[in-house]
């Protein structure tokens, strides 16, 4: 695993979040043996805190209100509501427990998987909220391994009119950071690990395995 000194020597654009409760919960989810109940607990409390930090300079404004004991102006979240974007079907994963923490955001769907020869994403649905280009969109997907999903995911949002835009994932692979920096330099990416490298098959080394199976139980 690199370090956040390691990838900013390495030039890798990325947010790792090192916080001990994360890097505690992800090491549990690594493991093999884990059940997909537990699998998928872990996924909601480590978004709880990914969310944390991809919020934490959300716009804000005062508002008036009165408390039992006077008036006050106290801070409110400003502007429209921020919308969570899940690349299926792992993305739903993280998606959960980002709806936890912010419940009136609005949620929209990219419907992609890799081809297992070619490695390219395959688009087979796409439905998002109204006035994409006056929020704040948050795209979350547990992988980030060659970026060809997450790359291709943000084209298809910026087309739709989205212009500010993160990227959340749980591991990373440098190569896939790299990638996805070149063709989205605009796109900050939040990560909870940043692993070694990919394999032939394009998985992530040492990584957690295939997201998507791990969550629903599919293998
Ligand atoms: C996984 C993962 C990402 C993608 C990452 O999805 O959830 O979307 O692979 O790989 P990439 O960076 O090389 O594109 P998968 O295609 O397995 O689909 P699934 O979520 O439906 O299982
Ligand atoms: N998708 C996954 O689910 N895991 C990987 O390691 C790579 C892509």
Known sequence: MLTQAELDKRGLKVTLIEHPLVQHKLTLMREKTQSSTAF??????ISWLLCFEVAKDLPMRMKDIETP????????????????????????????????????????????????????????????PHSMSERLIVVVDPMLATANSAAAAVQRLKDGGAVNMRFVCLIAAPEGIEAFNKVHPD????????????????YIVPGLGDAGDRIFGTK
Not at 40 to 45: K, P
Not at 107 to 126: F, I, S
């Open 187 to 202: 796109v900050p990416i939040v990560t909870a690990a940043v692993d070694s490298h990919l394999n032939d098959h394009g």
């Open 40 to 45: 998928r607990s872990l996924l909601r409390e």
């Open 69 to 128: 004991v006077e008036p006050m102006q106290a801070p409110v979240l400003d502007g429209k509501k921020l919308a969570f974007i899940s690349i299926l079907r792992a993305g739903n994963g993280l998606l959960d427990g980002m709806l936890d923490v912010i419940p009136s955001a609005r949620v929209g769907h990219v419907g992609l998987y890799r081809d297992p020869e070619t490695l390219e994403a395959v688009e087979y649905y796409y439905k998002v």
